[in-house]
């Protein structure tokens, strides 16, 4: 089997200030990867590179497309980069009101991927939409509502039935419990769990909480000063970190 994604040798600085070095994995189809670190660990600079949101400096990333085998989406062409992001890639940002259109219904926010692959009949675009937002604990007599009139929780539930509506195999997810409530993050814990599982996806998820590690991902890197200093299977790295700074967040979280 390919690796669904091969990251090589990425690199990303902030003039003499470095974002992340030399950072490489591979990631399979139905995998979750974790990547934990403090704030400024470089993390979310590596994620951000991933999702063409900046340019790296160095490296490559290879992504197993469906039509033409491994392409290095650093070096691909724009258009062909955004169709990609509409049909196997997603991203779920921390603040959803980032990845949501505010000022249409919730429906359309939904609808509008299923348009960006094809989708052109009405009627089918919004029964589908009914029936994820139904999937992700929304109410579906809410379809024609705003997203400014849903908390903080069912924004986020909603930027995730807008991105996996057209069912992508690749998903970066940066902080997606971040900034809500303890009893709404796990709800929507639950809530990707399943979708990950029966979904089949391959996830790459930024996280300084180790509990959201734990419970989603199969595989764990953990940064710091924007280098990997170690990765392994989840419990193995949180059960047993072998370097003095996955001891420390580790510890940390013990003591808290």
């Not at 979310?44 to 949101?53: F, I, R, V």
């Not at 419990?235 to 970190?241: I, S, T």
Request: aromatic letters at 4%; charged letters at 25%.
């Amino acid at each position: 089997m390919t690796p669904l994604l091969e990251v090589r040798n990425l690199t990303r600085r902030y003039g003499a200030r470095t974002g992340c070095e030399g950072v490489g994995f591979d990631l399979w189809p139905g995998e979750v990867l974790g990547i934990v670190g403090e704030s400024g660990s470089g993390k979310t600079t590596l994620l951000n590179c991933l999702a063409g949101l900046l340019p790296p400096d160095g490296g490559e990333a290879w992504f197993d497309t469906r039509e033409a085998g491994p392409r290095d989406v650093f070096r691909m062409p724009e258009g062909e980069r955004r169709r990609l992001a509409r049909t196997d890639w997603a991203f779920v940002r921390q603040n959803p009101r980032d990845g949501l259109r505010l000022n249409v219904s919730a429906g359309a926010n939904v609808g509008e991927r299923l348009m960006a692959v094809g989708a052109r009949h009405y009627g089918a675009i919004r029964a589908e939409a009914a029936r994820w937002l139904e999937r992700v604990e929304i109410d579906p007599a809410r379809i024609d509502d705003r997203p400014s009139t849903f908390s903080g929780g069912m924004q986020q539930r909603l930027q995730i039935a807008r991105n996996l509506v057209t069912r992508p195999r690749l998903v970066l997810m940066d902080e997606p419990t971040g900034g809500l409530d303890v009893s709404v993050q796990a709800r929507l814990l639950d809530l990707l769990r399943g979708l990950v599982r029966d979904l089949g996806l391959a996830v790459v998820i930024v996280t300084h909480d180790l509990a959201v590690v734990r419970l989603l991902a199969h595989r764990v890197m953990v940064m710091k000063d924007g280098r990997v200093v170690e990765e392994g299977l989840t419990d193995r790295v949180l059960d047993d970190p072998r370097h003095p700074y996955t001891q420390l967040l580790v510890s940390s979280v013990l003591a808290a």
